[in-house]
């Protein structure tokens, strides 16, 4: 495997018997960003031998880019007097940690 999802673990691999219902909570910092992530169940019922099978898509989101300007101050003001330099230095990708293209903010 190669991508994001290479770099994952598995969330869950779960096995339960003799249960009426059952849910799984997985955290948010434990999904990967941008990617289409597949589940399924199989419930079955031994006693009559019956199985079924349900699966479900889920696509989680990618925060945008932080894009940030430096060289005004707050309100947008600068003097006519003195020279202007904006600059993105501070910008950043928020899954810079997943996607591996840019460096987080300093």
């Known amino acids: 495997l190669s991508g994001p ?13 003799g249960v009426a219902s059952f849910g799984l909570d997985i955290p948010g910092d434990k999904l990967p960003p941008g990617v289409l992530l597949e589940f399924t169940i199989t419930a079955s019922q031994a006693s009559i031998e019956r199985t079924n099978t ?28 003195a020279d202007l330099v904006l600059h993105s230095s501070r910008s950043f990708d928020p899954e810079a940690d997943v996607t591996g293209l840019a460096p987080s903010p300093p």
């Not at 999802?5 to 018997?17: D, E, G, I």
């Not at 989101?61 to 430096?70: D, G, K, N, T």
């Open 5 to 17: 999802c290479s770099r994952v673990p598995p969330l869950a691999s779960l096995s339960t018997r």
């Open 54 to 81: 349900a699966t479900v898509q889920v696509r989680t989101q990618v925060r945008p880019l932080a894009a940030l300007i430096a060289g005004v101050s707050p309100r947008g003001l600068v003097s006519i007097t």
